[in-house]
C-alpha cells in the first residue's frame, strides 16, 4: 500500500481511460505537472473494452472536429508510443441496394471522406463470404488501434514524460484546487474529472442536468477458420448507417431502417451495431448490443451472444455460428446522453469531461486537446 500523499500540482486528473489521458497528454505538452488518480489497479474501463476503431469519417458536427483531432493525436502515438494500428480506412459492407443508396447519399455528401467500391473490392476487404456483399464503402480517415495495448502504451509514455499515475486511488470529494483521495490530498490549480458514466458518483446534480445514463454492451472475439480474407480494417454494416450522425438525414436512410428493423425484430430489440475489427492473431472483435438504463444488469444473456453469431456466421459466409470459436465474451459499459459530450465546470477549477455516446476512441483525445486548450493557451500560442 503506497503512503498518503499530500503534494502540490498544476494539474490533477481523475480516471485513467482514454479520456483522462488525453488530458494528460495535453497538459504535459504545455509543460504543465500533472498526476492521474484511478481506482482500479490497473485500467479495465471502456478505454480498454471497445472494438479500437477510430470512426473518424462518419461524424459530424463538434464530434468531426473532435475525430479530425484525435485522428492527427492517435498518429502521433502511434510514434512517440510505438503503437500498433491500421490505417488502411474503415469498411462498410451493403448487402441490400437501400444500403448501397445510403453510401452514394453519403459519398455525395463527403466526398473526401468516402470511396465506394464494387462487391468484389467489398469482400476482398471485409472477408465477407461469398454473394453477401452488393457493394460497399472505404471510410477513408478511419483508423484501428490496438485498445488494450494502447491505453498501457499510453501510460507508460506518460510517466516517461513526468506525469505521475497514482492507481489503487479514488476520488473522495473535489473543491476548487484540491482534490481529496483515499490515498491522501492533492492541491491542484485545475481538476479535470474523467469518469466516464460514474460523473453521477462525484457530482450526482450533473448526471441528473445532462440525464447520463449507463449504455451496456454485449461483446465476443471469435477465431473464424474459414475467414476468406483478412480485414484491412474496421467492418461496419447497414447497422451502423443508423447509429452514427454523419449518415443522418440521408434520403435512403428511412428504408433501410424500417427494413432492417421489420425484418430483424431480434436484432432490433437488442440495439445492435453489427460491426467487427480484426486482432493481429486473426481473431475478431464481434459486438455489440446496448441496453440503456441507471444502473448495468450484470448477466448477460445467451441470447444476445447467439443473436450476433448467428448474424456474424451469416455475414462472413459460414454455415451456422458453430464454425465459429469463441475466444473470450465480456460486457462493456459507457455513458450515454442525449448530448454527445459532457463538458462543464461545476466548480471554479473543476472539469467535468465525459463523452456521452460511445465513440470515446474516435474523439476523446481531440476533446480533451480542446478542453486544456481553452484553459491554457494552444500550444505554440
Ligand atoms: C464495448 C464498447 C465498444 C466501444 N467501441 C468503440 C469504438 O470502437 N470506437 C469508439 O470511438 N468508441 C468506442 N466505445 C466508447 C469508448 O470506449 C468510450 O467512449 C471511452 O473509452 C470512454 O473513455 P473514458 O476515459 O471516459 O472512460 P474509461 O475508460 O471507462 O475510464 C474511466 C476511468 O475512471 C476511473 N474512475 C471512475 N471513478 C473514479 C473515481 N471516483 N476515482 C478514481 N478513478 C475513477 C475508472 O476506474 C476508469 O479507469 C466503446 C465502448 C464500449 C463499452
Not at 490497473?42 to 477510430?54: D, E, K, L, M, W
Not at 451472444?305 to 455460428?321: C, H, P, Y
Amino acid at each position: 500500500m503506497a503512503k498518503s500523499v499530500d503534494q502540490t500540482v498544476d494539474v490533477a486528473i481523475v480516471g485513467a481511460g482514454i479520456v483522462g489521458l488525453g488530458h494528460a497528454l495535453a497538459a504535459i505538452d504545455r509543460g504543465l505537472s500533472v498526476v492521474v488518480i484511478d481506482r482500479g489497479s490497473v485500467q479495465t474501463g471502456s478505454s480498454i473494452r471497445n472494438f479500437g476503431h477510430a470512426c473518424i469519417s462518419v461524424q459530424s458536427g463538434a464530434a468531426q472536429v473532435h475525430a479530425d483531432r484525435t485522428r492527427e493525436l492517435w498518429l502521433r502515438l502511434v510514434e512517440e508510443a510505438g503503437l500498433w494500428h491500421r490505417a488502411d480506412g474503415g469498411f462498410v459492407v451493403a448487402r441490400a441496394e437501400d444500403e448501397l443508396d445510403v453510401l452514394r447519399e453519403f459519398r455525395a455528401r463527403r466526398p473526401d471522406r468516402v470511396e465506394l467500391l464494387s462487391a468484389e473490392e467489398t469482400a476482398a476487404s471485409t472477408g465477407t463470404g461469398p454473394g453477401v456483399a452488393v457493394g460497399g464503402a472505404r471510410l477513408l480517415d478511419d483508423l484501428q488501434v490496438d485498445p488494450r495495448e494502447a491505453v498501457l502504451r499510453i501510460t507508460d509514455h506518460l510517466r516517461s514524460r513526468g506525469v505521475e499515475f497514482q492507481f489503487g486511488t479514488a476520488a473522495r470529494t473535489i473543491r476548487s484546487g484540491r482534490l481529496h483521495t483515499t490515498r491522501g490530498r492533492i492541491a491542484a490549480d485545475q481538476v479535470i474529472v474523467a469518469v466516464n458514466y460514474d460523473v453521477d458518483h462525484l457530482f450526482p446534480e450533473l448526471g441528473d442536468r445532462y440525464q447520463v445514463e449507463r449504455c451496456a454492451l454485449d461483446m465476443l472475439r471469435v477465431e473464424i477458420p474459414g475467414l476468406r480474407a483478412p480485414l484491412r480494417g474496421p467492418v461496419l454494416t447497414g447497422w451502423s448507417m443508423l447509429r452514427y450522425s454523419g449518415f443522418a438525414g440521408l434520403p435512403s436512410l428511412g428504408r433501410v431502417r424500417e427494413r432492417l428493423h421489420s425484418g430483424h425484430p431480434a436484432f432490433a430489440a437488442l440495439d445492435v451495431n453489427q460491426m467487427y475489427t480484426q486482432w493481429r492473431d486473426g481473431s475478431v472483435i464481434v459486438g455489440d448490443t446496448h441496453h440503456r438504463g441507471d444502473a448495468v444488469d450484470p448477466f448477460q444473456r445467451e441470447n444476445a451472444f447467439d443473436e450476433l453469431l448467428d448474424a456474424t456466421a451469416s455475414l462472413f459466409g459460414q454455415e451456422s455460428r458453430r464454425d465459429l470459436r469463441v475466444v473470450e465474451r465480456w460486457q462493456g459499459v459507457y455513458a450515454s446522453a442525449p448530448e454527445e459530450f459532457l463538458v462543464d465546470e461545476p466548480l471554479d477549477g473543476v472539469h467535468v469531461v465525459s463523452v456521452t455516446t460511445g465513440i470515446g476512441m474516435t474523439t476523446g483525445l481531440g476533446l480533451a486537446d480542446r478542453v486544456v486548450s481553452e484553459i491554457y493557451e494552444p500550444v505554440g500560442a
